[in-house]
């Protein structure tokens, strides 16, 4: 099955860029979508097909999807962007809703 | 207002059975693929399984093909998770979730619920 390989943790300082990576094997061919999860709460989609936002969503946070990394971009990180966060994709394999690991985003 | 809100979690022995709920409203609930997402405490998320708006395609994990069963009721707008065969590695948050796109392609999910949480444990 596909895998999708994000760093455990990512740490920025307030105000400045937080780049959160998602590895696959030639992801760049698939449509990569993303999930902000505070604690204790549900998941938030934040990013789908690579690179739109949905309704609601800062225009702070960006993606872009090449080759085999797909990258959620935050700008003008704030404490409130503290969070984990999740990359997914579909594949047609035995599983088709893949999820990374996911990674914590500390703002210091 | 547009929510999910699932029910029917808790505690249960190894090896027995649960029936998870999710009520839809807000929407047009039979017009949605709508999925079922797991979570283990301090884990990441899992896909569970995902059914089709008129039922007519049905998915799971390999994980738990063979024990669990996903239905939907269009009248009642709801969905459910019949989960048998009940193993400690089931235990997590269970969320119900919608798919926005009609036909669903490249499947994401734009609206979640704030989850159940089952507990297997004897």
């Known amino acids: 099955s596909y895998v999708l390989t994000q760093p455990p943790s990512v740490s920025v300082a307030p105000g400045q860029t937080a780049r959160i990576t998602c590895g696959g094997n030639?992801?760049?061919?698939?449509?990569v979508h993303w999930y902000q999860q505070k604690p204790g709460q549900a998941p938030v989609l934040v990013v789908y097909?690579?690179?739109d936002r949905p309704s609601g969503i800062p225009e702070r946070f960006s993606g872009s999807n090449s080759g085999n990394t797909a990258t959620l971009t935050i700008s003008r990180v704030e404490a409130g962007d503290e969070a984990d966060y999740y990359c997914q994709v579909w594949d047609s394999s035995s599983d088709p809703v893949v999820f990374g690991g996911g990674t914590k985003l500390t703002v210091l | 207002e547009v929510q999910l809100v699932e029910s029917g979690g808790g505690l249960v022995k190894p090896g027995g059975s649960l029936r998870l709920s999710c009520a839809a409203s807000g929407f047009t609930f039979s017009s949605y693929s709508m999925n079922w997402v797991r979570q283990a405490p301090g884990k990441g998320l899992e896909w569970v399984s995902s059914?089709?708006?008129?039922?007519?395609?049905?998915y799971y994990a390999d994980s738990v093909k063979g024990r669990f069963t996903i239905s939907r009721d269009n009248a009642k707008n709801s969905l459910y998770l019949q989960m048998n065969s009940l193993r400690a590695e089931d235990t997590a948050v269970y969320y119900c979730a919608r798919d926005p796109r009609i036909p669903p392609v490249n499947w994401y999910f734009d609206l979640w619920g704030r989850g159940t949480l089952v507990t297997v444990s004897s």
């Open positions: 059914i089709s708006s008129s039922s007519s395609y049905i």
């Open positions: 030639n992801i760049g061919s698939k449509s």
């Open positions: 097909d690579d690179s």
